[in-house]
């Protein structure tokens, strides 16, 4: 019997040996980082994904680098910019930097970029990054001018987060694909970021290895991990259990409860970090979807007084989250949070169903795709005012299409503005007019349209500003507060956590 | 028999077109396909122009049609998100699907026949008792707690095997575990009254009166003959299995169809979703065909009823 039990020890250690999960990290110099989602597309224009807009930052460089601790724009690609007119920008690009293919930069691939990324024929993913420039021009071999279809005040927060250089000609090896389209996605990916492209395998991994020739002086600094591997693992649990065996260094999204765990258990760094996304409550204030309530102020008052935020954030979403008082995130340029407030307060709440009606309150319904358990909190508020609040719980996809046709009483959604630090990504996305438009106040879409129409700050902070006390003053949003994420890395990553949801892997270390 | 082939074949062909038809009408149901492309932030102008720009703007009847011609010529159009051709992103992950399928299948009668067997001997005894608890535990147990509970103890706490990945056989050991525990217990009670029915019969009898060995009399006479409904029972729970992989694939990060499939849902890649319900359910329909063909072999009544 002791020889079967040590003959079964020896098997179980042999194992272990044998198939143990490899321990990445600091012993192979290899972060390894994952999220739920495939990455089969490496290519910053042609993969729509928060892994693309992060990986675009490993790989390629931006014309502008965006400070995130200061909000000021410094020379990345490009060294100096001046404003011509307000659709016509000129730019001088530095000297002596290299893509990774070897190919030197100069103003031809930037102007190869631009006019690749900006014709409608690009099949660009997500035309909105790209759509406000016509063209650009070379005026020199480091001298570009870039033309704009129209005044376009968040130009530089564009330049800076989602236009990325690639080499004159890059695309023109695109294969066709059996639709007859050229599949641009298809190129490898090529840039001059500190970080080269390696390797790909759908449904697995993005390999990158670090750019031994990265341009001196950059703001992004020199890149100091070895290799960075993105993986895709779908469960967090899964993620979680490779966390804890050395498979990962670095996850995030995590649930609030299990970073909590992960945190008591000291095993790794558990770090709750802001981003630009926020969630609001839009009301039906016209009554298309028939059930008439909001279009009473005093009802959507009532609302707003009876959801008791500040508990949202503290308890469900994480220490880095605020409660917001405006259509946008306070980090924005316009954003301003001097408007009015609904705090939160179910008496006065229950005074004005009365006043409007309803002193028993009525049944409506409500609309969610993300994150339940928040709506359920609001849910919970309603209810103790005698609001009954059914919820339908949709993929964004369905609910947007219900939110475009009327039907949604209150939608309750979020916005991450595509991490661009502006409120043209977010309040005149929603506020001029347009199917995600719940009011179509004329008013507020003529101040948004002189916000988004001017380059003078003071003139558009002041426009941004008479848009945003209508929109909270009238509550045609209730914007309820900031996200947050939990972060959880490796105990020996040096790494920080930046507000505006992109981790840059570029400045990472390990201890 | 032929007829009867001929016949069950038109039925699959008929199954095959309807499932199609019905997965192209839901995906449709779930939402705007240019509205997940395009992502979140995406304005009026950039969903039009995708929409437009993979012809969703046309008749949904058409797009079905059109789809379908292509299909039948082994065309089953260009991942909107991969942006591979469907059949060649399918070719590539099937074998690992069917790898983990069949190392299920075969954990699953490996437990199951022999439990089935000495439950059928000894019934109502202590080993009975216990094939029957592990029937009960098995069916009643989903099957992404039974994952992470082998993920737990067989890779966090002793560290035996690694969490995720395809890249060598002791990846495939939890999830063909955590497959094939599934559908132990239908086999395993199967197996059971099988045996118990045939170990009764006479020719049992006459074959233990001939001083044959127990042995003998129990895998040769016995388990023969009532092994058959098991064999046709995997038959269709393997095809069961390559559909009901996509929560085993998705938890242990197996890169395979049903991770595809999850992840071409969420992402409303119409083209793999289409295509990769549609091989799915023609490979479960071929092994429901087999299955049939072997009872109908094997029982001469169901071929003429």
Redesign the interface.
Known sequence: MRRQILFAAACALGASTWFGPAHAGKSDDTLNWATDREVAVVDPYYNNTRELVVMGHLGWDALLFRDLDTGDYKPLLATSWNWVDNVTMDLELREGVVFHDGSSFGAEDVVYTINHVSSPDSGVLTPKNVSWMKSAEALGSHKVRIHLVNPFPAALAYLSNAVFIVPEGHYDSAPTAADGKKDYGAVRAVGTGPYRFVEVKAGEYVLWEKNDTYMQGSPKGQPSIGNIRFRTIKEMNTQIAEMLTGGLDWMWDVPKDQAERLEESGQVTVENAKTMRVSYLAFDVDGDSGQTFFTDKRIRAAVAHAIDRESITRNLVGPASVVIHSACHPDQFGCTQDVPRWDFDPEKAKALLAEAGHPDGFEFDIYAYRQREYTEAVIGDLKKVGIEAKLTFLQYRALRDLVWEGETPINHMTWGSSSIPDVSAITSHFFSGGRDDPAKDPEVVAWVAEGDSSTNPADREAAYKKALERISGELYWLPMFTYAKYYVYAKDLDFQTTSDEIPRFYAAKWK | MFTYLLRRLGVAVLVALTVSLITFSMIYL????A????????????IE??RT?YGYDRPILVQYGDWLFKALQG?F???H?????VAL?IFE?LPTTMMLGLCALVFALVLSIPLGVLAAIRPNSLIDRTALTIAVIGQAMPSFWFA?TL??WL??I????????SD?W?NFVMPSIALGYYITPAAMRLTRAGMLEVLSADYIRTARAKGLRPVTVLFKHALRNAILPVISLAAVQFGFMLGGSIVIE????I?GLG??A??SIQR?DLPMMQAIVLVLSVFYILLTLLADMLNAWLDPRIRVA
């Not at chain 2, 998100?81 to 051709?85: A, E, F, R, S, V």
């Not at chain 2, 002793?158 to 990945?165: F, M």
């Not at chain 2, 998705?250 to 990060?253: E, G, V, W």
Request: glycine residues 10%.
């Open positions: 779930s939402g705007d396909p509205v997940a492309l395009a992502g979140e932030a995406a304005t009026e102008e950039d122009s995708i720009y065309d159009g260009q991942s998100y991969l942006k591979q051709p992103v992950r992470l993920m737990l890779g966090i002793w560290r035996l095997l690694p969490i995720t990945g060598s002791a998705t938890i242990f990060a890169n991770f595809l999850w992840e409303a």
